[in-house]
Nanobody, 123 residues
Framework: QVQLVESGGGLVQAGGSLRLSCSAS????????IGWFRQAPGKEREVVAL?????????LYADSVKGRFTISRDNAENTVFLQMNSLKPEDTAVYFC???????????????WGQGTQVTVSS
């Protein structure tokens, strides 16, 4: 079992920054790939960024966030961060972190999900 808790969402003006955190717990949580996904009202869930477990730190980003968002991992704290810069109104969504043993951008491949955190970017 892996438990995930997101934090750090909020309201920010366009061009601003937010840092999301995903705290993972559970005996095997450090061995999971972690993904950030988002879902805006009326839209399908989409992948934002992925990061591999310890020892690899390979990352993947959606084209829409490349150059603006950075995913990182603090292995000592078992926490994954999503630094979001140059935010745009279209980044407004509920952001979820999820854990999977598979390296995949498909949400259905993820076994464990956090409760989500709202990010709202005003124009």
């Amino acid at each position: 079992q892996v438990q995930l808790v997101e934090s750090g969402g909020g309201l920010v003006q366009a061009g601003g920054s937010l840092r999301l955190s995903c705290s993972a717990s559970g005996p095997t949580s450090s061995g999971y790939h972690i993904g950030w996904f988002r879902q805006a009202p009326g839209k399908e869930r989409e992948v934002v960024a992925l990061i591999r477990p310890i020892r690899w730190s390979v990352t993947l980003y959606a084209d829409s966030v490349k150059g603006r968002f950075t995913i990182s991992r603090d292995n000592a704290e078992n926490t994954v961060f999503l630094q979001m810069n140059s935010l745009k109104p279209e980044d407004t969504a509920v952001y979820f972190c999820a854990a999977s043993l598979n390296w995949s951008a498909v949400g259905d491949q993820y076994d464990y999900w956090g409760q989500g955190t709202q990010v709202t970017v005003s124009s």
